[in-house]
């Protein structure tokens, strides 16, 4: 009888991943998910990237060459909307399944079929706005920041598909962030205070909380555009009434926090990054918990410094010119604090601690044409040219990005067991840094010349820099497929990792086997 | 689950409700804000009452006016004069040239707006067509006025005024008004066309 008890308990402690591909459909294991929300957004990735390609491809010489104005829109709009929503937001829920329930020694994420469930609406949600490319009148054309009434009035039909896309995104970042919630609230192993937690959980702890305040207004905004078109309601329709700068305010009372959503998580892996491969303790620890909440806090009290030319009053820009500027103390802080943990370190230069120092460097660039346009009077010249384009994408492609793939790096050999191809790795690491910087440094001069963003011809005298921009993009888009290659050889094997995996790394998921078992702290560990 | 994780999912849902109805009360909050705020240069769309507001010696004010077609409103509109130049504390009168270019009936509404936005608030107007809707039969036309005074609480750093003017088609919402009307009279207007 207790031999019959014992072997179903020896059952149920140790048994693997289903086979087949019902594993993946019904799976409510935190690292199946999370494995499914990183190739999912890397799918993505590679689509909206294409479309960054159709664009640059377009803009390599003056005068329309491939593809018309109005599909030229359409590549525009969903090369934003997919980079956001599709590769840059699930890459980061992805890392935060298979990092956050390991980091705080939970078992798993604390709502494991909702987990399920908002991996697997959002292919849905994909498949209905990239369906839209096939629909009479086209796909989305307003850009990825749908003003009305671009967006209502003059919108194509597809608008709607596009709006219950948007709607099932924001449900899957809600039960995204609640889960984590969750999680890091109510299972945090014994010991494991708020401010022993590792600065990934802390960063996305933040995050989570930002997408639960805001997702909700996103959905609201959509609601509300979906209600003129359909419902003959007025919100953003001056003719009945409503107001068109109204939804710029509530568009960007969502759109800021977002815009931190993005960078949060990336702040968190840079620093455990940057302090293994420094084989120094992370210099500023509590100082980086504060600076990330101030800049949430903060990132909901400037939505307008998107709005400086709509004819605000000038207590409002001045305002709103300065609360912006202060987001630049704690972003200095933390600048400050990584480049205190690399002095007299003894750092090593592989591929993850690479990108995380390009992440620094390149991300303070961006910062810093951020603090340029946050200049109300200046705003008026920059607003609408390259030089935002050059901005926003300095912080998303160099910072977002570039700590997802050193994230990936990272803890790749933790996820598989096996690691990365080092030599291919900095080879990947060196396309991508000289890429990114050809592709967008350029950018800022032919924005401050006068440039303006979302056209699909210009003036001969951007011609030279739009063709470096292009030739840059085509070789960072080019180095992606390598990425590719680098991760599937390592899924497939390679040299085995050591449970610790790097010299310097520290915190709890170093503690279990390389590759992780399937099921880990089913007995929760204990945090000195 | 524990009950802590009960507890934090209710508060969160609770947050995720609230947040989201916020996002649709910022609609009357916005409009409340730019009410009090005087902000974005609306102005209130009745007469005065105020019989105070006229003075001797007030400054000088051009005023440019400037008129708009929302959408694709077909109706021609435009101010009879572009500018004129008037005086705080007084009463002038301008009319705007209207005719209906289409070969049906149709209502519109004029919405007024003002630059720089802190003009608004002493910007009194005694009648004007954007009180009330216009009706217009096929090809009709006419002068549209608009009697208006500064109060001189103006700030002395605005010397000049654009009051700008879009007309909207409100036809659609006004088929019920439209039965009873169109037997009795035509437009509403106070002048007859000059031209």
């Known amino acids: 009888m207790s031999a019959v008890i014992e072997s179903h308990g020896h059952d149920d402690h140790h048994h693997g991943p289903a086979k087949g591909l019902t594993r993946w459909l019904y799976t409510t294991n935190h690292k199946d998910i999370g494995s499914l929300y990183l190739w999912f957004s890397f799918a993505m990735f590679l689509i909206g990237g294409a479309m960054a390609m159709v664009i640059r491809a377009e803009l390599f010489q003056p005068g329309m060459q491939i593809v018309e104005p109005e599909f030229y829109n359409q590549m525009l709009t969903l090369h934003g909307l997919i980079m956001v929503f599709g590769a840059v937001m699930p890459a980061f829920v992805g890392l935060a399944n298979w990092l956050v329930p390991m980091m705080v020694g939970a078992p798993d994420m604390a709502l494991p079929r909702m987990n399920n469930l908002s991996f697997w609406i959002l292919p849905f949600a994909f498949f209905i706005l990239l369906s839209s490319l096939f629909m009479e009148g086209g796909a989305p054309n307003f850009g990825w920041t749908f003003y009305a009434p671009l967006s209502t009035t003059y919108a194509p039909p597809s608008v709607t598909f596009f709006i219950f896309a948007v709607h099932i995104m924001g449900a899957s970042s809600i039960m995204g962030s609640i889960n984590v919630i969750v999680t890091i609230m109510n299972m945090r192993a014994p010991g494991m205070t708020l401010m022993k937690m590792p600065l990934f959980v802390w960063s996305w702890l933040i995050t989570a909380y930002l997408l639960i305040a805001v997702m909700p207004v996103l959905a609201g905004a959509v609601t509300m555009m979906l209600m003129d078109i359909h419902f003959g309601t007025s919100f953003f329709n001056a003719a009945g009434g409503g107001d068109p700068v109204l939804f710029q305010h509530i568009f960007w009372f969502f759109g800021h926090p977002e815009v931190y959503i993005m960078i949060l998580p990336a702040f968190g892996i840079a620093s455990h990054i940057i302090e293994t491969f420094s084989r120094k303790q992370l210099f500023g620890y509590a100082s980086m918990v504060w600076a990330m909440a101030s800049i949430a806090i903060l990132s909901f009290v400037v939505w307008a410094h998107h709005m400086f030319t709509v004819g605000l009053p000038l207590a409002a820009e001045l305002f709103f010119m300065w609360a912006t500027m202060l987001i630049a103390v704690p972003t200095g802080v933390k600048v400050f604090n990584w480049v205190t943990t690399m002095f007299k370190g003894s750092i090593s230069y592989e591929t993850p601690m690479l990108f995380a120092i390009a992440f620094v460097v390149l991300f303070t660039i961006g910062g810093f044409s951020g603090l340029m346009l946050a200049i109300t009077p200046a705003d008026f010249q920059y607003h609408d040219t390259y030089f935002v384009v050059a901005h926003f994408h300095y912080v998303l492609v160099p910072g977002s990005i570039f700590s997802i793939m050193a994230a990936v790096y990272y803890w790749i050999p933790k996820w598989t067991g096996n690691m990365y191809d080092e030599r291919l790795g900095k080879l990947h690491f060196w396309l991508s840094f000289i890429g990114v910087n050809v592709t967008f440094f350029p950018q800022h001069w032919i924005g401050l010349a006068g440039m303006p963003r979302r056209v699909p011809d210009y003036a001969l005298q951007f011609a030279d820099w739009n063709m470096i921009s292009s030739v840059g993009a085509f070789l960072f888009g080019a180095s992606q497929i390598l990425f590719m290659y680098i991760v599937l050889k390592t899924v497939m094997g390679g040299k085995k990792a050591t449970p610790q995996v790097w010299e310097g790394s520290r915190g709890l998921e170093w503690t279990v086997e390389s590759p992780a078992p399937y099921h880990t702290f089913t007995t929760p560990p204990k945090v000195n | ?195």
């Open chain 2, 1 to 195: 689950m524990n009950e802590g994780s009960k507890k934090t999912i209710k508060t969160l849902c609770f947050a995720i409700l609230g947040m989201f109805t916020f996002s649709f009360a910022l609609v009357p909050l916005y409009n409340v804000f730019c009410e009090v705020t005087g902000l974005n240069g609306k102005i209130e769309l009745r007469a005065t009452s105020n019989k105070d507001i006229e003075i001797d010696n007030g400054r000088d004010i051009s005023i440019q006016f400037v008129s708009h077609n929302n959408e694709e409103m077909p109706w021609a509109f435009k101010p009879s004069e572009d500018n004129i130049q008037v005086k705080t504390g007084k009463y002038h009168t301008a009319t705007f040239y209207v005719k209906n270019t289409t070969n049906k009936r149709m209502v519109a509404q004029a919405i007024p707006s003002v630059a720089p936005s802190n003009a608004a608030a002493h910007l009194k107007k005694l009648e004007c067509f954007c009180f009330e809707k216009q009706e217009l039969a096929p090809g009709e036309e006419a002068l549209l006025p608009v009697r208006l005074i500064f109060d001189d609480e103006l700030p002395s750093s605005i010397n000049s005024v654009v009051l700008s003017y879009t007309i909207f088609d409100v036809t659609d919402y006004n088929d019920i008004e439209f039965a009873q009307h169109d037997s009795e009279h035509h437009a509403n207007h106070e002048m007859e066309p000059s031209i």
